[in-house]
């Protein structure tokens, strides 16, 4: 097993079978001067890993010595695809409970380390009028833009929201300025005669849903 190589012990064993540096051998599929693709991918996860490539941009995935273009653009739809798996995304999608809101926006929380706060925007059957992100990749946490939710709710005539972000420092468990922050929004959505459904925080793969601990 030990002599074969990546694609060969893929049809014999299964794709399981393979070490991380080995799955990236067959997708980078060719190495560069100097450097065989067994030893690029060798590199690579070691320096890198999946996660942190996983998060890169163009830009810095092709800065990495032995990725141009081709390799770059290549990993990236890789990247993408497995996202998408993750996500099922569909203008059906109804966000009827925390699990369904978790599938959802998981794949976009995958290795994150700033926080990202989304707005998803429902209409009476749940499903998806509109998502909207606010971040600051500077910063360690971000504030509720609270008016340019509810002036956005107003505009799309949305029936309810659903609020998701994200904690990567790894505790999934609200701050008191997340509580303060969802019951201050709540009180004016309900005013207006719009419903806040849930707040997600995500953690490590985890979430913690307000509704199911009656938090609002």
Do not use: W
Not at 25 to 38: D, P
Not at 160 to 182: A, Q
């Amino acid at each position: 097993m030990n002599n074969l190589l990546p694609r060969e012990k893929l049809v014999k064993y299964g794709v399981s079978s393979l070490t991380d540096d080995e799955l990236l051998a067959i997708m980078l599929s060719s190495g560069i001067k100097g450097e065989s693709v067994f030893e690029l991918s060798k590199r690579l996860i070691k320096e890198y890993g999946f996660e942190m490539m996983f998060r890169m941009d163009y830009k810095s995935l092709s800065k990495i010595s032995g990725i141009k273009e081709a390799k770059a653009t290549k990993l990236l739809a890789t990247f993408e695809i497995t996202r998408r798996i993750i996500r099922h995304e569909s203008s059906d999608l109804v966000l009827n409970d925390a699990e369904a809101l978790f599938k959802y926006v998981e794949s976009e929380y995958l290795f994150l380390e700033y926080e990202v706060l989304t707005v998803i925007y429902v209409n009476s059957k749940l499903n998806v009028i509109k998502k909207v992100k606010y971040t600051d990749e500077k910063g360690s946490s971000i504030d509720f833009p609270i008016r340019n939710i509810v002036d956005t709710a107003l505009k799309l005539d949305s029936y309810g929201i659903f609020l998701v972000h994200n904690h990567p420092g790894g505790y999934c468990v609200p701050s008191d300025s997340d509580i303060k922050m969802t019951e201050d929004l709540n009180f004016i959505l309900k005013n207006l005669g719009i419903h806040l459904f849930d707040h997600l925080i995500i953690a490590r793969g985890m979430y913690y849903s307000f509704t199911e601990k009656n938090k609002q």
